[in-house]
């Protein structure tokens, strides 16, 4: 039951619109909630609500999409570019379709069906990935007045009209199954097409109650077994494939696991269902059947199928991999640092306060993730000696513990030593 004090929450209008909601932690894009896929399935209810925003009014808010929220999906446009060129093709849609500016481009919203997104391409997976973004029958979407990690500011250009958003009957039609690329054609302002999913030539099309000025072209997406990615998804697939590669018996269930854990650590894959991944995984299999003593493909795909939804911590190996071996490069061949002053004996010791240093750099103003586990295994000490070094950092006034970890989650940290 609302109340007289839930008329300026910032959750209210969304609540009436039926939308499902999750909280967002401040100056993030992470829930502040646990297990928020269950609202996937069945919106929170007022007094959850009111826990979660009423008492932090720091928090971001999201939106989930899809059926939950009455059919809501969002065609997340990276860049304003490819906005305005679908807006040239669908002038009306434009002009009443509820938008809001985010950090790189737009995020313009509709309800529909979202079956159609699912089968698009032959996939069931409920986002479409495309060159310049990407289509969310599924996941969740930033709200204003949610505060994006560079610090700007979620902000409605369109504002959803009453207490409905508008309907689209026809998806492909309405110009959301398309990509606008830009080509280095000696027309520079001319968005052309490459159609690789859709059809060879796109006529164009009429969607009800709208003026089409041209046909909406430059559908470039790519379908890969039964998922659509574009290119740089699937090359950052395939990179993994190989790197996760076995190099002798009794290494099968911990790579395949290994995999799952960086598919995890790209964002635009959290969503996707493990079933997609299929030709990827059976690509790895056939890589590594010469080293692994368990032949059967079977037996690989329902590891990884269980990897998938057992995988809490996504993967950060490559980057901290490549940290390591950049701070490694700033001692001589005694383990006496460039840089940083002299806090450990220890030259590994030495190491984390320069990993420290350069995962703030990454990160800028926010703090950094970094665990005991994650410590231990990148220096290939035990638990309690990461512990033991990163408590003396704390001591020392080189890092400050934001927020402290748990099982399942890493600790944040800021880099706090004058640089």
């Given amino acids: 039951m609302l109340s007289s004090d839930d008329e300026n929450a910032i959750w209210i209008n969304y609540f009436r619109l039926g939308w499902s909601l999750i909280p967002i932690r401040s100056g993030t894009k992470k829930p502040a909630c646990q297990k928020w896929e269950q609202y996937q399935r069945q919106r929170p209810d007022v007094q959850r609500l ?9 928090r971001g808010l999201a939106v989930i999409c899809g059926d939950v929220s009455g059919g809501l999906i969002c065609r997340d446009f990276d860049c304003n570019e490819s906005y305005d060129a679908w807006k040239r093709n669908h002038a009306h849609l434009a002009a009443i379709l509820p938008t809001v500016s985010t950090s790189r481009g737009l995020h313009v919203y509709f309800c529909g ?9 032959k996939t069931n997976a409920s986002v479409v990935f495309f060159d310049d973004g990407e289509l969310r029958g599924g996941g969740y979407c930033l709200l204003p007045p949610s505060v994006h990690p560079d610090g700007l500011t979620y902000e409605w250009l369109i504002e959803p009209n009453g207490d409905q958003v508008p309907f689209i009957e026809n998806i492909e039609k309405a110009g959301f199954l398309c990509s606008f690329v830009k080509t280095n054609a000696k027309s520079s302002d001319r968005l052309q097409t490459d159609t690789l999913q859709l059809c060879n030539k796109t006529p164009r099309v009429n969607t009800e109650n709208a003026e089409n000025t041209g046909d909406y072209r430059g559908c470039r997406t790519l379908s890969v077994g039964e998922a659509v990615f574009d290119e740089k998804l699937k090359t950052q697939i395939r990179e993994i494939v190989r790197a996760t590669q076995p190099t ?57 199928l269980e990897g998938w939804d057992r995988v809490r911590k996504p993967s950060g190996e490559g980057l901290m991999n490549e940290i390591l071996e950049k701070v490694e490069h700033e001692f001589d061949e005694n383990g006496v640092p460039a840089r940083p002053r002299i806090i450990f004996d220890n030259p590994k010791a030495r190491l984390l306060y320069g990993i420290c240093r350069e995962l703030q750099l990454v990160v800028g103003e926010q703090p950094f993730f970094l665990s005991t586990d994650t410590v231990a295994e990148l220096l290939s000490v035990s638990k309690k000696t990461a512990w033991a070094w990163l408590k003396t950092l704390e001591h020392e006034r080189v890092i400050e513990l934001v927020y402290k970890g748990h099982t399942g989650r890493a600790s944040e940290y800021r880099f706090i030593e004058q640089r």
Avoid: C, Y
Wanted: charged share 35%; glycine share 4%; hydrophobic share 35%.
């Fill in 50 to 58: 009111r826990r979660w925003f009423n008492t932090d009014v720091s």
């Fill in 113 to 121: 069906s979202v079956e159609q997104v699912r089968k698009f391409g």
């Fill in 248 to 304: 002798g018996p009794g290494q099968r269930h911990r790579k395949i696991f290994e995999i799952a854990r960086r598919l995890k650590s790209i964002p635009r894959l959290v969503d996707i269902e493990a079933r997609h991944f299929r030709p990827f995984v059976r690509k790895w299999h056939e890589m590594a059947k010469n080293v692994i003593r368990t032949k059967e493909w079977e037996e690989t795909w329902i590891d990884f």
